[in-house]
């Protein structure tokens, strides 16, 4: 089972500033099968990136997605009030089963 | 609109059942497979299963192998999840989760999701 940890744990940023969130795989993530994911209390989480780098639909552009084999970046770039929340990395190359990271949160400073 | 919307929270005691439902609307139900995705407290995500809702073929989670049922009412657009023999390590938000088919290939990014649903397990 292929095991993601993101980091740092929690990030903490003011509106306006570039969040680089990491996500590391205990082994290759085959075909780039990652995604990212938005998840705010009490809602539903948000797909924001499959294929590593292809944005869900509705996605805004400052949202973006790289990265390759084991290291994968989500970026958000001038943070609006509205991106602090948790985010999570998510495999799915070796599914099932497919796994996901613990989080980070993204908290405003 | 694309809209998963799933049943209330449910309290059991430990070696019950539980059985979750989660609603579809805005889109053709039996064109995707259905995931099932749970979350206990403090834990990370954690993949259950899904179920193909045109032909009802599934595919479990070892974990839940022999105690999770996935199973769908194409007519009402509805997916179930049945977990039985409940303990307190069952505790967690359940969510219902749209995967994609793309090329006839199943892909598993979850797209969207339902809001959860919070299954406590307790004496």
């Known amino acids: 089972e292929i095991v993601l940890t993101q980091s740092p744990g929690t990030l903490s940023l003011s509106p306006g500033e570039r969040a680089t969130l990491s996500c590391r795989a205990s082994?290759?993530?085959?075909?780039?099968?990652l995604a990212w994911y938005q998840h705010k209390p009490g809602q539903a989480p948000r797909l924001l990136i499959y294929g590593a780098s292809s944005r869900a639909t509705d996605i805004p552009d400052r949202f973006s997605g790289s990265g390759s084999g084991t290291d994968f970046t989500l970026t958000i770039n001038r943070l609006e009030p509205e991106d602090f929340a948790v985010y999570y990395c998510?495999?799915?190359?070796?599914?099932?089963?497919?796994?996901f990271g613990q989080g980070t949160r993204l908290e405003i400073k | 609109q694309v809209h998963l919307v799933q049943s209330g929270a449910e309290v059991e005691k430990p070696g019950a059942s539980v059985k979750l439902s989660c609603k579809a609307s805005?889109?053709?139900?039996?064109?995707?497979?259905m995931h099932w995705v749970r979350q206990a407290p403090g834990q990370r995500l954690e993949w259950m299963g899904w179920i193909n809702a045109a032909t009802g073929n599934t595919k479990y989670s070892q974990k839940f192998q022999g105690r999770v049922t996935i199973t769908r009412d194409t007519s009402a657009s509805i997916a179930y999840l049945e977990l039985t023999t409940l303990r307190s390590e069952d505790t967690a938000v359940y969510y219902c989760?749209?995967?994609?088919?793309?090329?006839?290939?199943?892909?598993?990014?979850?797209?969207?999701w339902g809001q959860g649903t919070l299954v406590t397990v307790s004496t």
């Open positions: 805005g889109f053709t139900f039996s064109n995707y497979p």
């Open positions: 082994q290759s993530v085959s075909t780039s099968s």
């Open positions: 989760a749209r995967g994609p088919i793309i090329g006839g290939s199943v892909f598993y990014w979850f797209d969207p």
């Open positions: 998510q495999q799915y190359g070796s599914s099932p089963p497919v796994t």
